[in-house]
C-alpha cells in the first residue's frame, strides 16, 4: 500500500484486492467529466493521509465488466470496501463525505488519534480542508451533523458576489464558451456571441460550492445563468426570448454594455439546436446522423438496447427516462462504428450515451440526472410536447410537497414584501424552523390559483406536509400559544 493510487484494469485485480479483507476505496471516474479530475486529486490526498487502505481507480467506461460488479451508472463513484464485503458508497462530487467516509473505513493512520487529512491543503482548498478537518474530528459523528446547514455562510456569499461582478456580462454555465457541457449552455453562448458582446464564464461543473452555492443565492434552480451589472437575467429560455424580442439588446445598451461591431459571429449553414456539424464528417454521414437523432422526439444513444443497457450510464438515462415517462427511441452505438465516433465529432460530445429531445441534444447521464433532480427535465418535455401539458393543480401540489414547512408569501424571506409575510417569516425563524418559500407576486398564475386550490383567499399561506396551517393571524396564535414548532413537527 503506501500511500498511492492504483489503475486497475480488470475485475479479477478488483476481486483480489477486496477478497484480501484490507480496507478498500475504489474511485470511479471518467476522462470526459471534470468533477472526476477534481476528486481525483483529493482521492491521491488521502491515499497518503490513509496508507493502510488500497486506494484503486477504475475508468468507469473502459472498465465494464467492474463498473456493472458495482453498479455504476454516474461518475465521479466511490465504493468503500472492508473485510472483504462492500462497506459503504458515494455519488457525486462531495469532497467532505469522501474524506469523512475514507476515515470511517480505513480508520486513522495511527491508534487513538483523529484522521486528519492535512495534505489536502494544496488540492482542495482552504473551504474544503476546513470542512474536511472538522468531519475527521468529529468523525463518529451522524452524517446528518456533518452536512451543510441551510443557508450560506458569509464567505461564500461574499466568493459569488465577486464572480457575479467580475464582469459586466458574467455566464455561469456547464463547461466553456468554446466547450459547454451541456446544449442550454451551448445556446446561450451563442445568444452572446450573435449579440457581440463581451462576457466572462465560470465553469459551475469545476467547483461544487459554486454551483450549489449560487442556486441559492439567486434563487434560481438550474444552469446557465446569465448575469448583467450583477443582475440575474436568467436562464436560457428566458435569455433565448430575450434575444428573439431584441429585448436583451435593449438591457445591454441600458446597462452600458459596449457592443463589440468588429466580431464575427457566425452560424454553420446546417447548425441546429446548437450542434455544430464538423467538415471533418462527410455529407452522407451528416445526414444520416441527422436522420437518427430526428427519427423520435426522444432519442437515446447508447450502448446496448433498453433492455440490455452495455453500461451503468445508459441504463441510469433510460431508468430515468422510464420514471419520466416518456416514451423513446434507442440506437446502440456498438453495432454501428461509424456512427459511433461520427455522432461525437457531430455533436460536439465526446461519450455516451446522448440524449436528444427535439433533435436538441441534452446531454450525457450526469446532466440527465441532474436534470432529473431539478426538475427541469421533466418541465422541457412538457413544454416539447413529449408529456401533457402540466395543470395548475399538478403545480400547485408539487410546490405544496417541495419542502415539509412550506411558505408561499409576497417576497423573499430576507426582502418580505408585506407585514403580514414578514411577520411569519420572522415566527419561523424564531422558532428554528426551516422552510421553503414561494414568491407569489413573480408568478399570477399560482397566486390566483392556490387561493382557489386551498379555499384561503388571502397571503402568506403555510402549509406542512401538504397540510394547510392557516394564514399570519393562527401562525402568530400558535407562536403565542408556544406551538408553532411542536405544530411543525410533529
Known sequence: MGGSVRDVKSKKEVDEVVRGGSPVVLHFWASWCEASKHMDQLFSHLSTDFPLAHFLRVEAEEQPEISEAY??????????????????????????????KVAKVAGSPNPGEAASPA????????????????????NDSSKEKSQVQPGLSGPLKKRLQQLMDSHPVMLFMKGSPEEPKCGFSRKVVDVLKKEKVKFGSFDIL??????????????????????CKGELLGGCDIVIAMHESGELQQVFKDHGIDINDDAKVTEPENAKGGI?????????????????????PVMLFMKGKPDEPKCGFSRKVVEILQQENANFESYDILTDEEVRQGLKVYSNWSS????????????????????????????????????????????LKKLITSSPVMLFMKGTPDAPRCGFSSKVVNALREEGVNFGYFDILTDDEVRQGLKAFSNWPTYPQ?????EMIGGCDIVMELRNNGELKSTLSE
Open 462 to 466: 403555510l402549509y406542512y406536509k401538504s
Open 206 to 227: 469545476s467547483d461544487l460550492e459554486v454551483r450549489d452555492g449560487l442556486k441559492k443565492f439567486s434563487n434560481w434552480p438550474t444552469y446557465p445563468q446569465l448575469y
Open 119 to 138: 495534505s489536502l491543503g494544496m488540492a482542495a482548498g482552504s473551504a474544503v480542508l476546513e470542512t474536511v478537518k472538522e468531519l475527521a474530528k468529529e
Open 352 to 395: 455516451y450515451p446522448q440524449l436528444y429531445i427535439k433533435g436538441e441534444l441534452i446531454g450525457g447521464s450526469d446532466i440527465v440526472l441532474e436534470m432529473q433532480k431539478s426538475g427541469e427535465l421533466k418541465k422541457i418535455l412538457h413544454e416539447k410536447g413529449i408529456l401533457p401539458k402540466e395543470t395548475i393543480q399538478d403545480r
Open 276 to 296: 455544430s456539424k464538423s467538415t471533418d464528417l462527410s455529407t452522407t454521414l451528416s445526414s444520416r446522423l441527422e436522420s437518427l437523432i430526428n427519427s423520435s
Open 71 to 100: 453498479s455504476v451508472s454516474a461518475v465521479p463513484y466511490f465504493v468503500f470496501c472492508k473485510d472483504g464485503k462492500t462497506f459503504d458508497t458515494l455519488e457525486g462530487a462531495d469532497p467532505s463525505s469522501l474524506a469523512n
